[in-house]
């Protein structure tokens, strides 16, 4: 009679065994490295360092391996390992201005100081399978040319604010709230919500983006300017009293540029909307980019009638390790809870009945 | 020690004990401290990420992790039952990380996690029981809105779900909620109890056990402490009452418990048992001894 709950501990073990039977696979096949993972699939080690919040190549690598390439599974995985870490300082802010490019480019200006560069992208790629990979396929690689040098590459927006035709964004100074360590507490200051945001699901942030673009909280975007590049990141020990380099990390960094504000006081001027993903992650900047605008809504005093710019429905839902957890936890038992709804509605259609009766 | 109680596992020393930082665990028990000193109060936490899924039970683990000590015998329970996948899982990551002692029984327990069910046998000043809180905020279905609800707390302004029971009696003749039954605490604050379903509900009032509230994905910790007025909502015309069965559990016979349904064949042949399985299998061992004296 006890078969339904007895025995947990067994199945427990041998569900384990199944999945690690699952994740390897045909063992004729040889067994794939962390190392080919992490050289082969750098967009998904890059989501996973993002939604992570860590950035570890090796650690998405092993990850996205460990998780059979659900990449949920495997953001969870490097978020669960995250937090055992110690803090031991917080970084100097990243110098995106700085970044040794190996994409950039902008929507709203022709040219522009440094140029166009695209990069490894597939926007112009035709989605074509490429049967030869299915064989070895031959790997030609590019032709750098020696000489070629970078041109420096202002930020377009600088260029935009120079002239104050956008609004500037200037660092109040505060401290920056850490959303791992204390939770967020509504309103949100714009540091959280772009902290909620960069670890959010991806998906979640494309859907709301584009939302906005369908006139859900429409705010008029342009691709100011994508950058996906190195930057180096500094800490500044206290015994030590000035900045050391500690190494460098791939980022993408994207800016929009809004639709206008103003009013009779104050000129009218672009706003923008800002993301920035770990590695080469440019739909999840942009989508980032696009929600923390339409998040922005009440600065700008706009109305606020949409999903994509209600603070509390966005933040508290944006993360996909938090949403996985809550909707896979249906497969609990909920025998009790289930029991007292059959007792009520038992007990609900009993009355119904009598009252029908007579 | 007994059979019941599984001997002292080894200690997993890779992991701090009882798996969270030293410091994460100071952050819990001044946010405990905070719950237990305004009773039914939410107090947001830095909630950490566990190793298991939000909503399986972090909460309730990263309150166990932060009151454990290396004597504290630990029950973990879920629907009732210490045997259900997760309840096994939750006690095994306890017994690795912390090692120590865990327990069926549910008087040899210090402290017991659990999902869902109060355990039947009466509880006692040393224990404490550790809830796994999904919703913590008792209005969130009737004001999605934390910034509103956290208010209306404020504000001790709980109109909204007087009338959502109300429109409930109007709607179907009785309240229309059989777990979560929302509560008032010490005369002031209205709680969640978490889904316990409401037959749990009485147990709750005047404990002498500390009952403590975690909830891991939403980051709030809540508190009763023992010998707390809690009182469920309801209306002198519609008095609250709790569940109860025509019939008895199939295996021990109790008419007292909360049974769970089974069904056995094809046509709904039903049979009822216990939900909480120790009190079910201490019943059983009772009357296997009372029928051992009767017939000697």
């Given at each position: 009679?006890?078969?339904?709950?007895?025995?947990?501990?067994?199945?427990?073990d041998?569900?384990?065994?199944?999945?690690?039977?699952?994740?390897?696979g045909?063992?004729?096949i040889s067994?794939?490295?962390?190392?080919?993972?992490?050289?082969?699939?750098?967009?998904?080690?890059?989501?996973?360092?993002?939604?992570?919040?860590?950035?570890?190549?090796?650690?998405?690598?092993?990850?996205?391996?460990?998780?059979?390439?659900?990449?949920?599974?495997?953001i969870?995985?490097?978020?669960?390992y995250?937090?055992?870490?110690?803090?031991?300082?917080?970084?100097?802010?990243?110098?995106?201005?700085?970044?040794?490019?190996?994409?950039?480019?902008?929507?709203?200006?022709?040219?522009?100081?440094?140029g166009?560069?695209?990069?490894?992208t597939?926007?112009?790629?035709?989605?074509?399978?490429?049967?030869?990979?299915?064989?070895?396929?031959?790997?030609?690689?590019?032709?750098?040319?020696?000489?070629a040098?970078?041109e420096?590459?202002?930020?377009?927006?600088?260029?935009?604010?120079?002239?104050?035709?956008?609004?500037?964004?200037?660092?109040?100074?505060?401290?920056?709230p850490?959303?791992?360590?204390?939770?967020?507490?509504?309103?949100?200051?714009?540091?959280?919500r772009?902290?909620?945001?960069?670890?959010?699901?991806?998906?979640?942030?494309?859907?709301?983006?584009?939302?906005?673009q369908?006139?859900?909280?429409?705010?008029?975007?342009?691709?100011?300017?994508?950058?996906i590049?190195?930057?180096?990141?500094w800490?500044?020990?206290e015994?030590?009293?000035?900045?050391?380099?500690?190494?460098?990390?791939?980022?993408?960094?994207?800016?929009?540029?809004?639709?206008?504000?103003?009013s009779?006081?104050?000129?009218?001027q672009?706003?923008?909307?800002?993301?920035?993903?770990?590695?080469?992650?440019?739909?999840?900047?942009?989508?980032?980019?696009?929600?923390?605008?339409?998040?922005?809504?009440?600065?700008?005093?706009?109305?606020?009638?949409?999903?994509?710019?209600?603070?509390?429905?966005?933040?508290?839902?944006?993360?996909?390790?938090?949403?996985?957890?809550?909707?896979?936890?249906?497969?609990?038992?909920h025998?009790?809870?289930?029991?007292?709804?059959?007792?009520?509605?038992?007990k609900?259609?009993?009355?119904?009945?009598?009252?029908?009766?007579? | 020690?007994?059979?019941?109680?599984?001997a002292?596992?080894?200690?997993?020393?890779a992991?701090?004990?009882?798996?969270?930082?030293?410091?994460?665990k100071?952050?819990?028990?001044?946010g405990?401290l905070?719950?237990?000193?305004?009773?039914?109060?939410q107090?947001?936490?830095?909630?950490?990420?566990?190793?298991?899924?939000?909503?399986?039970?972090?909460?309730?683990?990263?309150?166990?992790?932060?009151?454990l000590?290396a004597?504290?015998?630990?029950?973990?329970?879920?629907?009732g039952?210490?045997d259900?996948?997760?309840?096994?899982?939750?006690?095994?990551?306890?017994?690795?990380?912390?090692?120590?002692?865990?327990?069926?029984?549910?008087?040899?327990?210090?402290?017991i996690q659990?999902r869902?069910?109060?355990?039947?046998?009466?509880?006692?000043?040393?224990?404490?029981?550790?809830?796994?809180v999904?919703?913590p905020?008792?209005?969130?279905?009737?004001?999605?809105?934390?910034?509103?609800?956290?208010?209306?707390?404020?504000?001790?302004?709980?109109?909204?779900?007087?009338v959502?029971?109300?429109?409930?009696?109007?709607?179907?003749?009785?309240?229309?909620?059989?777990?979560?039954?929302?509560?008032?605490?010490?005369?002031?604050?209205v709680?969640?109890?978490?889904?316990?379903?409401?037959?749990?509900?009485?147990?709750?009032?005047?404990?002498?056990?500390?009952?403590?509230?975690?909830?891991?994905?939403?980051?709030?910790?809540?508190?009763?402490p023992?010998?707390?007025?809690?009182?469920?909502?309801?209306?002198?015309?519609?008095?609250?009452?709790?569940?109860?069965?025509?019939?008895?559990?199939?295996?021990?016979?109790?008419?007292?418990?909360?049974?769970?349904?089974?069904?056995?064949?094809?046509?709904?042949?039903?049979?009822?048992?216990?939900?909480?399985?120790?009190?079910?299998?201490?019943?059983v061992?009772?009357?296997?001894?009372?029928?051992?004296?009767?017939?000697?």
């Amino acid at each position: 009679m006890y078969v339904a709950v007895k025995g947990g501990e067994q199945a427990i073990d041998n569900a384990h065994s199944l999945l690690a039977q699952k994740r390897r696979g045909d063992t004729s096949i040889s067994e794939l490295t962390v190392e080919q993972i992490r050289q082969q699939l750098p967009l998904a080690v890059a989501r996973v360092m993002t939604e992570g919040s860590l950035y570890d190549e090796q650690l998405a690598a092993l990850a996205i391996k460990q998780a059979a390439g659900d990449m949920i599974e495997a953001i969870f995985l490097l978020r669960a390992y995250r937090t055992t870490l110690p803090r031991f300082s917080a970084s100097v802010p990243i110098d995106t201005s700085d970044m040794q490019l190996n994409r950039r480019l902008s929507a709203t200006f022709k040219d522009l100081p440094g140029g166009q560069l695209l990069g490894p992208t597939f926007d112009y790629t035709h989605r074509l399978l490429d049967f030869s990979l299915l064989a070895d396929g031959q790997y030609p690689g590019p032709q750098p040319q020696a000489e070629a040098t970078l041109e420096p590459c202002p930020r377009v927006l600088g260029l935009l604010a120079k002239e104050g035709l956008i609004k500037n964004e200037a660092d109040n100074a505060e401290a920056v709230p850490d959303i791992t360590r204390d939770p967020v507490e509504y309103p949100a200051s714009r540091a959280q919500r772009l902290q909620a945001l960069a670890r959010g699901d991806e998906g979640f942030l494309l859907a709301l983006s584009y939302s906005t673009q369908r006139g859900y909280g429409r705010n008029h975007p342009f691709a100011g300017e994508i950058r996906i590049g190195e930057v180096e990141v500094w800490i500044e020990p206290e015994e030590l009293g000035f900045p050391i380099a500690i190494g460098g990390i791939e980022v993408t960094e994207c800016e929009m540029i809004n639709q206008f504000v103003g009013s009779g006081s104050e000129p009218a001027q672009f706003t923008r909307g800002y993301g920035l993903a770990f590695g080469h992650a440019e739909r999840k900047a942009m989508a980032m980019a696009l929600v923390d605008r339409s998040l922005r809504a009440e600065e700008f005093n706009e109305d606020i009638q949409s999903p994509a710019q209600q603070e509390e429905f966005v933040l508290a839902h944006c993360d996909n390790v938090e949403a996985a957890g809550f909707v896979s936890h249906l497969k609990l038992p909920h025998y009790v809870d289930f029991q007292s709804e059959l007792e009520l509605i038992r007990k609900l259609r009993a009355s119904t009945h009598q009252e029908a009766k007579p | 020690m007994n059979a019941y109680q599984q001997a002292q596992p080894q200690r997993d020393e890779a992991y701090n004990f009882a798996y969270l930082d030293e410091q994460t665990k100071r952050m819990i028990r001044r946010g405990l401290l905070k719950a237990v000193a305004i009773p039914g109060y939410q107090v947001p936490f830095g909630g950490r990420e566990m190793p298991l899924p939000y909503g399986w039970g972090t909460g309730g683990m990263q309150v166990t992790a932060a009151i454990l000590g290396a004597e504290d015998v630990l029950k973990v329970i879920d629907q009732g039952a210490d045997d259900t996948t997760n309840a096994v899982s939750i006690r095994r990551f306890f017994a690795r990380t912390a090692g120590v002692a865990t327990t069926e029984r549910t008087p040899e327990a210090t402290v017991i996690q659990t999902r869902h069910r109060i355990p039947e046998t009466p509880l006692h000043a040393d224990q404490i029981l550790v809830y796994q809180v999904p919703i913590p905020e008792p209005l969130r279905f009737i004001e999605p809105s934390e910034t509103e609800t956290r208010t209306m707390h404020a504000l001790d302004d709980y109109g909204v779900m007087h009338v959502k029971l109300y429109e409930d009696i109007a709607t179907f003749g009785h309240i229309a909620t059989s777990y979560a039954y929302p509560v008032m605490v010490d005369e002031r604050y209205v709680m969640d109890p978490s889904p316990i379903p409401k037959f749990d509900n009485p147990k709750l009032d005047m404990s002498p056990a500390l009952m403590l509230f975690g909830a891991g994905r939403e980051k709030r910790l809540y508190a009763v402490p023992p010998f707390t007025r809690v009182v469920s909502l309801d209306f002198e015309d519609h008095p609250f009452q709790i569940q109860h069965w025509e019939q008895s559990c199939a295996i021990c016979g109790s008419e007292h418990s909360f049974l769970d349904e089974l069904i056995l064949d094809d046509s709904g042949t039903q049979s009822f048992v216990c939900s909480d399985t120790d009190y079910c299998a201490q019943r059983v061992l009772e009357q296997q001894g009372q029928q051992q004296e009767t017939g000697q």
